[in-house]
């Protein structure tokens, strides 16, 4: 009897431990296919089929895979993740909607090797990444195209944060061909409230825009401003390459060994009280003009430029900087 009541309680104390224990724990790696199902465990042999189906099922700070070429869905984040489609083409097709949201605090994501899409022009996407929230977002070896939202939208990337400071890191990716005629473009940092950003773009071609890169710090009160950093990239064939402007609050960048060329309006402008790019081995070629500074902005050069044959070259601020 009292062997029998010891079996009874262990066994008791075992079915409560299986109680207490989520049925669908989260997973630090999960898996997505274009054959998966989202009622999948999102492991690597029951995948799941969207991203979106498998963020409730990754663990904060892990990673979802892809396992053959499909598209998965539009999504939004709101903790740390990676999402990494590397050998494979993972795809997002955003038609009428953003392709990713990144939106929970101090979140840090990750997206590398994705093909993210807005879709046909009768039915275009909004845009392609937004940054509403966060520490920081990666993208790398992304393309990122057909986001032709009205203004304030359609842009390949939009950073657009109302408070805390935020880092945006893009290399090894194409944004083309986003925006309208007359508003959006490839990358859109854009703080309001007291948010500040801070960005920088490694092996980044932007074309087909109207603005390729826009920077606009004067609707935040955040101190540190907009900050972009631009290496060995292209913004070309862009209506206007790069715009800064700003109010009080700065807005600053650095253009280093990369190509400004065939943007019909102007390559390089600074507006606002506050504005400044500093510019080395770079090439401003081909646009309708080549530099236009507002005072008290300014476009320094580290005097190794090539600003040549453009519709109106217009002028570095004088005199050059040197370099130590």
Known sequence: MKILTKILALAFA???????TPASAQATRTWV??????VNPCSRTAPCKTFAGAISKTAPGGEINCLDPAGFGAVTLTKSITIDCTGTLGGVLASSTTGVIVNGAGAIVTLRGLEINGGPPNLPGVNGVRFLQGARVNI???TIYNFLGAAPNGFGVIVNNTSTAVTLHIRNTVIR???????????????????????????????????GIQANSAGTSGVAGVNISIHNSAIDDNINGITL????????????????????????????????????????????TGVSITLPSAINTYGNNRLIANGVDGAFTAPAIGEQ
Not at 33 to 38: I, M, T
Not at 182 to 205: C, D, F, H, K, Q
Not at 253 to 281: E, F, K, P, Q, Y
Request: with cysteine.
């Open 14 to 20: 075992i079915g409560a431990a299986a109680a207490a």
């Open 177 to 211: 061909n986003n925006g309208t005629a007359v508003s959006g473009g490839g990358i859109g940092l854009l703080p309001t409230g007291t948010g500040t950003v801070r960005a920088s773009l490694e092996n980044v071609t932007i074309t087909g825009h109207f603005n």
């Open 33 to 38: 296919s274009g054959v998966g199902d989202d």
């Open 245 to 288: 402007n700003s109010a009080a609050i700065q807005a600053t960048g650095m253009l280093i060994d990369s190509s400004v060329v065939n943007n019909t309006g102007t390559g390089l402008t600074v507006t606002g009280a506050s504005s400044r790019i500093r510019v080395g081995n770079t090439t401003v070629t081909n646009n309708g």
């Open 140 to 142: 790398e070896d992304c």
